[in-house]
T-cell receptor, first 109, second 115 residues
Framework: KNEVEQSPQNLTAQEGEFITINCSYS?????LHWLQQHPGGGIVSLFM???GKKKHGRLIATINIQEKHSSLHITASHPRDSAVYIC???????????FGTGTSLTVIP | DVKVTQSSRYLVKRTGEKVFLECVQD?????MFWYRQDPGLGLRLIYF???????EKGDIPEGYSVSREKKERFSLILESASTNQTSMYLC??????????????FGSGTRLTVV
């Protein structure tokens, strides 16, 4: 049973394309995190959001708590955006996260 | 710059060896976690600790043990390494009761190959 589902699992895009990664979850939460992992590297946090939309540069994250769904968008994608993007949800009880399996993004010049 | 440091980036061990993976954090976090990451399976929790000398099993503890003698250090031990333990191992830490607000801080990972 997966508490967090991400799609797609793999994504290849041409430089400049608009990219969307989706995350659906089944547990009750008050916030959701989007994480980024570059090849061979550790994991860093991109966004934490509990409602609406957040924007950081070319990255936009949206969430609908009622529908239990979040999306991560990348505008004007660039090869340096190539990474694994992971959706993480901390349930309202407990100290642990549930993680999606990740979306591996490759942006081709 | 606060950080979680894992002692090795790459490690190659032989089947049957006892393997120690070390993780140190300098943020005075109470919670520490060990995950393994495999393609298509994502991050799976092996063990976690809420305090010194405390440990809890995660989803896949078989073949692993942990030690937390000091607050800043959390060690993962493979008692007798096997080839199916070849994986990326990630350590993380957080304040107690705060992950849903502040999230985890992750180490850079240790890619372990068992031959």
């Amino acid at each position: 049973k997966n508490e967090v589902e991400q799609s797609p699992q793999n994504l290849t895009a041409q430089e400049g394309e608009f990219i969307t990664i989706n995350c659906s979850y089944s547990v009750g939460i008050s916030a959701l995190h989007w994480l980024q992992q570059h090849p061979g590297g550790g994991i860093v946090s991109l966004f934490m959001l509990s409602s609406g939309k957040k924007k950081h540069g070319r990255l936009i994250a949206t969430i609908n708590i009622q529908e239990k769904h979040s999306s991560l968008h990348i505008t004007a994608s660039h090869p340096r955006d190539s990474a694994v993007y992971i959706c993480a949800v901390p349930p309202n009880t407990g100290n642990q996260f549930y993680f999606g399996t990740g979306t591996s993004l490759t942006v081709i010049p | 710059d606060v950080k979680v440091t894992q002692s090795s980036r790459y490690l190659v061990k032989r089947t049957g060896e006892k393997v120690f993976l070390e993780c140190v954090q300098d943020m005075d976090h109470e919670n520490m976690f060990w995950y393994r990451q495999d393609p298509g399976l994502g991050l799976r929790l092996i063990y976690f600790s809420y305090d010194v000398k405390m440990k809890e099993k995660g989803d896949i503890p078989e073949g692993y043990s942990v030690s937390r003698e000091k607050k800043e250090r959390f060690s993962l031990i493979l008692e007798s390494a096997s080839t199916n333990q070849t994986s990326m191992y990630l350590c993380a830490s957080s304040y107690r009761g705060e992950p849903r607000h502040y999230g985890y801080t992750f180490g850079s990972g240790t890619r372990l190959t068992v031959v």
